[in-house]
């Protein structure tokens, strides 16, 4: 994996694609589209656009382009460092940890139970990714569910695809997480959470596909271990050096898990009943924080370190927002931008809006392998993005479909995705037979991605 080592970090490709980016400017024609604002949306109108005099873009914009982009991005990156500053002040509980880890305990004691118990930890982990972003905290719980997979009879894959694939397709199928879907209708200009219904259903369907395909192989290899990809490969003796006191589930935490659980709800009702948008539900956040703290009577000074530690932790995805926004305005200034929609939009105008979604939808994958950051993605591609949907018939919501689906499906298996690389190595799979496990896994769930993109298209409006 050295060749892993070495591959640049997501802020090196984007001021690489900077760098691009300038120079196309003294290559692309430059243009424009006219634009209008319909719904206090600005959107471009088709057909409109037209040559203009160049603009190339040179150091200075290279250098300016930075602090211009958190400019233009200032309510997204302070929406995701408070974000991020409250869920910190709940983790530092082990409320969630306890929660889940209470689950899986339970089914070690009851192994009659244990058909079920697959699916249900497969949806515990999709609902923690599709509400609130679970994703680097799953790494804890490798150490947990391989022991338990194998003392079940399993092998190692499974355990590792409970909290790897669970909360995968909980990013693909998300409905209100705000690193990914909050940042992306921010970007779109669209409501918050908004088109929740039919997200619920394609995280349902994407998550009972999960339960499936991860069932299906556990009782393969139960009946016959030899099918296990894994066979015949020595392992170390399993030590999770977890102390089952450090997850106790007390009356406190039980509190904070009810807390959160009552946040989602009002946050759901809030966006569905009161259009409320990012100030909003940073707002929320910020008063669950508060008051987790004041329940598990945690002293202001643990309060406010763990609340900058939490802020700390999304310093990258600031700078990638800020950065890619950069991006944007360099083309922007460049006059470039619309020239390439154009192109786009030349190439797939006589393009069935199906068709078109599939199109975006799949290059959204490709993406994902050099920027496997959700809000690094949504920040550099949505800008892109919502004006070819604008001119090709497809709603901005569908361009955050296709986002979503194409950002959080593809980390299940390429080897940028420090998430995935890192549980494996924790797990002791190496990835090479975790590709050869995962691979044809991932083509079913492409094509129940494709399908999902079917129905807003043709059954209702969306």
């Not at 970090?9 to 690489?16: P, R, V």
């Amino acid at each position: 994996m050295k060749i892993l080592e070495k591959f640049p970090d997501t802020i090196t490709i984007i001021l690489a694609i900077t760098v691009l980016f300038i120079g196309l400017t003294w290559v692309i024609p430059a243009g424009e589209f006219d634009r209008a604002i319909v719904n206090n949306t600005e959107k471009i109108i088709a057909g409109s656009y037209k040559h203009v005099a160049a603009v190339p873009q040179g150091i200075e914009a290279f250098l300016v382009a930075p602090i211009k982009g958190f400019i233009s991005a200032a309510q997204i990156i302070g929406f995701v460092f408070l974000v991020g500053g409250a869920f910190a002040i709940i983790n530092i509980t082990g409320a969630i940890n306890a929660g889940l880890f209470n689950v899986i305990q339970l089914s070690q004691k009851r192994p009659k139970y244990k058909v079920l118990i697959l699916p249900f930890l497969i949806i515990l982990f999709s609902f923690a990714g599709a509400t609130f972003g679970l994703s680097e905290e799953i790494l804890i719980f490798i150490l947990i569910t391989v022991p338990m997979a194998k003392a079940m009879g399993y092998d190692a894959i499974v355990g590792a695809a409970i909290p790897i694939v669970g909360t995968g397709v909980g990013f693909g199928g998300a409905f209100s997480n705000p690193f990914t879907i909050g940042i992306a209708q921010g970007i779109a200009q669209i409501p918050i959470f908004s088109g929740m219904e039919y997200r619920i259903f394609v995280w349902f369907v994407l998550t009972s596909v999960a339960c499936a395909v991860i069932t299906h192989y556990a009782l393969k290899i139960e009946k016959n271990p030899e099918k296990s990809l894994l066979f015949g490969i020595k392992s170390d003796k399993d030590e999770s050096n977890i102390e089952a006191s450090d997850f106790e589930l007390t009356g406190s935490r039980k509190i904070v898990l009810v807390a959160l659980l009552a946040a989602i709800i009002i946050l759901i009702y809030g966006v569905s009943n009161f259009a409320w948008y990012i100030n909003e539900i940073a707002g929320l956040f910020l008063a669950l924080a508060i008051f987790v703290a004041i329940i598990y009577r945690m002293p202001i000074s643990k309060a406010v370190d763990a609340f900058v530690d939490g802020a700390k932790d999304m310093m990258t995805a600031a700078l990638v927002i800020g950065l890619a926004k950069g991006l944007l305005i360099i083309s922007q200034d460049g006059k470039i931008i619309d020239t390439i929609l154009n192109s786009i939009v030349t190439i797939t105008q006589n393009t069935a809006p199906a068709i078109s979604a599939v199109c975006i939808f799949f290059f959204q994958s490709f993406l994902n392998f050099f920027i496997p950051s959700g809000s690094g993605q949504a920040s550099l591609t949505m800008p892109i993005i919502i004006p070819i949907c604008d001119v090709s018939g497809i709603s901005r919501q569908m361009a955050v479909l296709t986002f979503q689906l194409g950002d959080g499906l593809t980390n299940l298996i390429i080897p940028t995705s420090g998430v995935t690389m890192g549980a494996l190595t924790l797990a002791k799979i190496p990835y090479s037979k975790w590709f050869k496990w995962m691979l044809p896994r991932m083509l079913v769930f492409l094509i129940a991605s494709m399908l999902l993109l079917l129905p807003p298209l043709f059954l209702f409006k969306w």
